[in-house]
């Protein structure tokens, strides 16, 4: 195994792209360390400690906790996935966006600068209503406000220091793409969740000093963890292959077709979405509670909307089934395969073309989408049910599944994939010993 790292610096093209990802991490984290000006760090941070379980913390996870720390890089990426899921969407019913779509490089192209002005506005729109909402947020517990001289000028200041943070976030997102090794924003991401984990470890080291919880205890935990991965691995990779077969094609003196492939039909075809735009739902009761005046209706919405409450996991299960079959239909639609298929003279075996082939993939694509679905409820929920009976951190548990594993190892399958690609390409032996790693759809 070491031998097949060392291979990887033998590349010189790989040694640079690696080299030169693992600088922008570097830039990336630097710049995370650098407050926004008029912010009492110390007493945000109390603020989110406070509100882990509401959308505010999703937030502060996607941003690599940049927004519980009041950086530059505060906003982190999500307004630039939202823009990019926001086009997405917007491809299925809007003609001109399916058009650019089906035009290939030059389509991208486009749409990738339409999604760069939208994430400039969105950004902008984001600094706004943060600035806002911290100017607004009442004393803390120690007695310190988050914003000592909140105004227009902290507003103008904030909304101009965020924006342009995002953007170099995105710019250094795609220069990982185009110079470096995987998918820039994945990537950054990734750097982004893994930097909880020494954190969660030291919270875990605590409580076991305490006499908490015993070795054995701490031992079964790790061997649900790891199974847990594994089993997040084994999602993330499983498929079903639908083979598809060419008919030979006479053009002049060259013969075209006449070979056997596949079209991989994943088990989770959806990804992380899912689980994002649940969460985000169920998080909206409990971040609205926050801002609610003692009461009834406070009380009801923080204890019934709780992680730890059997209506919400229900719920949230079953809005990440729902969310995976609309996010799969919108990611895969079996007429457009059926259609490219029966123009380019492919043919399933014993199927007849066009609509009985696109009837036949949403039927197969419908039958592995609904225990995949399933099992991504059941990975969402793991963290809330090992909270519950075992006395665990929340930043621990959530390494047990969840939006965050489901991330990392989505995207450490990825990276790994193209390392492998550019092994194999230059006749050395693969990180694995199959030399088949494959990577997840991206974000």
Same mark, same amino acid.
């Given at each position: 195994?070491?031998?097949?790292?060392?291979?990887?610096?033998?590349?010189?093209?790989?040694?640079?792209?690696?080299?030169?990802?693992?600088?922008?991490?570097?830039?990336?984290?630097?710049?995370?360390?650098?407050?926004?000006?008029?912010?009492?760090?110390?007493?945000?941070?109390?603020?989110?400690?406070?509100?882990?379980?509401?959308?505010?913390?999703?937030?502060?996870?996607?941003?690599?906790?940049?927004?519980?720390?009041?950086?530059?890089?505060?906003?982190?990426?999500?307004?630039?996935?939202?823009?990019?899921?926001?086009?997405?969407?917007?491809?299925?019913?809007?003609?001109?966006?399916?058009?650019?779509?089906?035009?290939?490089?030059?389509?991208?192209?486009?749409?990738?600068?339409?999604?760069?002005?939208?994430?400039?506005?969105?950004?902008?729109?984001?600094?706004?209503?943060?600035?806002?909402?911290?100017?607004?947020?009442?004393? /803390? @517990?120690?007695? %310190? +406000?988050?914003?000592?001289?909140?105004?227009?000028? =902290?507003?103008?200041? #904030? !909304?101009? $220091?965020?924006?342009?943070?995002?953007?170099?976030?995105?710019?250094?997102?795609?220069?990982?793409?185009?110079?470096?090794?995987?998918?820039?924003?994945?990537?950054?991401?990734?750097?982004?969740?893994?930097?909880?984990?020494?954190?969660?470890?030291?919270?875990?080291?605590?409580?076991?000093?305490?006499?908490?919880?015993?070795?054995?205890?701490?031992?079964?935990?790790?061997?649900?963890?790891?199974?847990?991965?594994?089993?997040?691995?084994?999602?993330?990779?499983?498929?079903?292959?639908?083979?598809?077969?060419?008919?030979?094609?006479?053009?002049?003196?060259?013969?075209?077709?006449?070979?056997?492939?596949?079209?991989?039909?994943?088990?989770? /075809? @959806?990804?992380? %979405? +899912?689980?994002?735009?649940?969460?985000?739902?169920? =998080?909206?009761?409990? #971040? !609205?509670? $926050?801002?609610?005046?003692?009461?009834?209706?406070?009380?009801?919405?923080?204890?019934?909307?709780?992680?730890?409450?059997?209506?919400?996991?229900?719920?949230?299960?079953?809005?990440?089934?729902?969310?995976?079959?609309?996010?799969?239909?919108?990611?895969?639609?079996?007429?457009?395969?059926?259609?490219?298929?029966?123009?380019?003279?492919?043919?399933?075996?014993?199927?007849?073309?066009?609509?009985?082939?696109?009837?036949?993939?949403?039927?197969?694509?419908?039958?592995?989408?609904?225990?995949?679905?399933?099992?991504?409820?059941?990975?969402?929920?793991?963290?809330?049910?090992?909270?519950?009976?075992?006395?665990?951190?929340?930043?621990?548990?959530?390494?047990?599944?969840?939006?965050?594993?489901?991330?990392?190892?989505?995207?450490?399958?990825?990276?790994?994939?193209?390392?492998?690609?550019?092994?194999?390409?230059?006749?050395?032996?693969?990180?694995?010993?199959?030399?088949?790693?494959?990577?997840?759809?991206?974000?």
């Amino acid at each position: 195994m070491l031998q097949k790292f060392q291979n990887i610096f033998k590349i010189p093209e790989l040694k640079r792209r690696i080299i030169f990802t693992l600088l922008v991490f570097a830039v990336y984290r630097l710049g995370g360390h650098v407050p926004v000006p008029g912010i009492n760090a110390f007493a945000l941070g109390e603020f989110l400690r406070q509100s882990q379980n509401t959308l505010f913390g999703l937030y502060d996870m996607f941003a690599g906790g940049n927004f519980g720390r009041a950086t530059v890089f505060a906003l982190g990426i999500m307004p630039y996935i939202s823009a990019s899921i926001i086009l997405q969407l917007m491809g299925t019913v809007v003609p001109s966006l399916q058009k650019l779509q089906q035009e290939g490089e030059e389509g991208r192209k486009k749409i990738n600068q339409w999604t760069r002005y939208l994430t400039v506005g969105i950004s902008a729109a984001q600094a706004t209503g943060t600035s806002i909402f911290l100017s607004q947020i009442p004393v /803390t @517990a120690s007695g %310190m +406000p988050v914003v000592p001289n909140p105004g227009l000028g =902290f507003m103008l200041m #904030t !909304v101009i $220091t965020l924006t342009t943070g995002t953007i170099f976030i995105m710019w250094l997102g795609e220069q990982i793409t185009e110079r470096g090794i995987g998918n820039g924003i994945s990537l950054l991401i990734f750097i982004g969740i893994i930097d909880r984990i020494p954190y969660a470890f030291l919270d875990e080291y605590q409580l076991m000093m305490q006499g908490l919880r015993s070795i054995f205890m701490e031992a079964l935990l790790l061997a649900l963890m790891f199974g847990t991965i594994i089993g997040v691995v084994a999602l993330t990779q499983g498929m079903r292959k639908i083979n598809v077969q060419y008919a030979k094609r006479v053009v002049g003196r060259k013969v075209y077709g006449g070979q056997s492939t596949h079209i991989p039909l994943r088990v989770n /075809t @959806a990804g992380v %979405m +899912p689980i994002i735009f649940a969460q985000t739902i169920m =998080f909206v009761p409990q #971040t !609205v509670a $926050t801002f609610l005046p003692e009461g009834i209706i406070r009380d009801w919405l923080m204890t019934g909307f709780s992680h730890q409450s059997a209506p919400y996991l229900l719920i949230y299960m079953v809005l990440i089934v729902f969310f995976t079959f609309f996010y799969t239909a919108v990611a895969f639609n079996p007429v457009d395969v059926a259609n490219n298929l029966k123009k380019h003279g492919g043919l399933i075996p014993s199927v007849k073309p066009g609509k009985r082939t696109a009837e036949y993939l949403d039927n197969i694509l419908t039958k592995i989408t609904l225990p995949g679905s399933i099992a991504l409820g059941i990975i969402a929920i793991v963290p809330s049910i090992v909270t519950m009976n075992v006395n665990v951190s929340y930043n621990f548990a959530s390494f047990f599944g969840g939006t965050g594993l489901l991330i990392v190892v989505g995207v450490a399958l990825d990276t790994l994939q193209q390392i492998e690609a550019h092994l194999l390409m230059r006749h050395y032996e693969g990180l694995m010993k199959s030399g088949r790693i494959r990577g997840r759809r991206r974000m």
